[in-house]
């Protein structure tokens, strides 16, 4: 089983950029697609971004289309997401899943002034 780990998030300001990392242990991930979740308090959880295994193709949730890059480096059994132009309707606890398998423990974004 793959355990993932997210790292990065953070207290940012409207308008900011963080950059989160979700770093695989006891597996690859270099044969699996990637996914990105959110899930704000009270909420259900939401779908973010996803890339190939490859990385050749990327797609995103209307909420952070242009903003928002995913990408990785499976040299490194890592997956980023680039968050851009941070909104407060951002703020939620991000989660790293393989394919439609496991879920890390997710890392706190926060946006506020």
């Known amino acids: 089983q793959v355990q993932l780990v997210e790292s990065g998030g953070g207290l940012v300001q409207p308008g900011g950029s963080l950059r989160l990392s979700c770093a695989a242990s006891g597996g690859t991930l270099s044969r699996f697609a990637m996914n990105w979740y959110r899930q704000a308090p009270g909420k259900e959880r939401e779908w973010v971004a996803g890339?190939?295994?490859?990385?050749?193709?990327?797609k995103y949730g209307d909420p952070v289309k242009g903003r928002f890059t995913i990408s990785r480096d499976n040299a490194k059994n890592t997956v980023y997401l680039q968050m851009n132009s941070l909104k407060p309707e951002d703020t939620a606890v991000y989660i790293c899943?393989?394919?439609?398998?496991?879920w890390g423990q997710g890392t706190q974004v926060t946006v506020s002034s």
């Open positions: 890339i190939t295994s490859a990385g050749d193709s990327k």
């Open positions: 899943r393989v394919g439609f398998g496991s």
